[in-house]
């Protein structure tokens, strides 16, 4: 068991440059996420899916995109990055969604410059 | 929207000393949970809280949910370099269903042990 697998560890990114992030599980859990951290504001969410084919917008999905075409894999596109969008990216899922443990993966760390 | 206000934001401890933690909801909490965080690497889950004046500890870490259910408090008994960290505390935004795997998280707690 793998858990949950994020790629890539590190990423140097110029304004205007789109990339993806990957975020894959293998626990065949229905509820995934994507969070940012920063610095003072603990984790704030970009967006969420409940399985796939369906996702839907957190508290902070300006310039992010996603899509769930199965369950094992939730990838987050950015479309034009900017240096606000400079943070550490986190992946989650959970079986249940509600009163469950969520696994976090390793994270990916991204400078826009 | 609920928010999770954590105090003290950064604590520094000597090591052996006890140390809490506070997590205050301005919205009553379905469910609470404590994570750990070591630099540059992924969030440990520790434990979750769901019932008012529930308590639960693994090893010298102990949380707590208030009757309440609007705090809790994460208390590290002798602490141990090993403890140092970002903790955490996240809540479902709302009962049941709804929460849609969903989490809020408090700013975080910078926890130093001094050897």
């Known amino acids: 068991n793998a858990g949950v697998t994020q790629t890539p560890k590190f990423q140097v990114l110029k304004t205007g440059q789109s990339m993806t992030l990957q975020c894959a599980q293998d626990?065949?859990?229905?509820?995934m996420s994507w969070y940012r951290q920063d610095p003072g504001m603990g984790l704030r969410l970009i967006h969420y899916?409940?399985?796939?084919?369906?996702?839907d917008q957190g508290e902070v999905p300006n310039g992010y995109n996603v899509s769930r075409s199965t369950t094992e894999d939730f990838p987050l596109r950015l479309l034009s990055a900017a240096p606000s969008q400079t943070s550490v990216y986190f992946c989650?899922?959970?079986?249940?969604?509600?009163?469950?443990?969520?696994?976090f993966g390793p994270g990916t760390r991204l400078t826009v410059l | 929207s609920q928010e999770l206000e954590q105090s003290p934001q950064s604590l520094i401890v000597q090591e052996g000393k006890n140390l809490t933690i506070n997590c205050t909801s301005s919205?009553?909490?379905?469910?609470l949970y404590w994570y750990k965080q070591k630099y540059g690497e992924g969030l440990i889950f520790l434990m979750m809280?769901?019932?008012?004046?529930e308590e639960k500890s693994h090893e010298k870490i102990t949380a707590k949910l208030d009757e309440k259910k609007q705090q809790s408090s994460l208390h590290i008994t002798a602490s141990q370099p090993s403890h140092a960290g970002i903790y955490l505390c996240g809540a479902d935004p709302n009962a049941g269903g709804t929460s849609y795997g969903k989490l809020t998280f408090g700013q975080g707690t910078i926890l130093t042990v001094h050897p």
């Open positions: 919205k009553t909490l379905y469910g």
């Open positions: 989650a899922s959970s079986y249940r969604g509600y009163l469950d443990e969520q696994f």
């Open positions: 626990m065949n859990h229905e509820y």
């Open positions: 809280l769901q019932k008012g004046g």
């Open positions: 899916s409940v399985g796939a084919g369906i996702t």
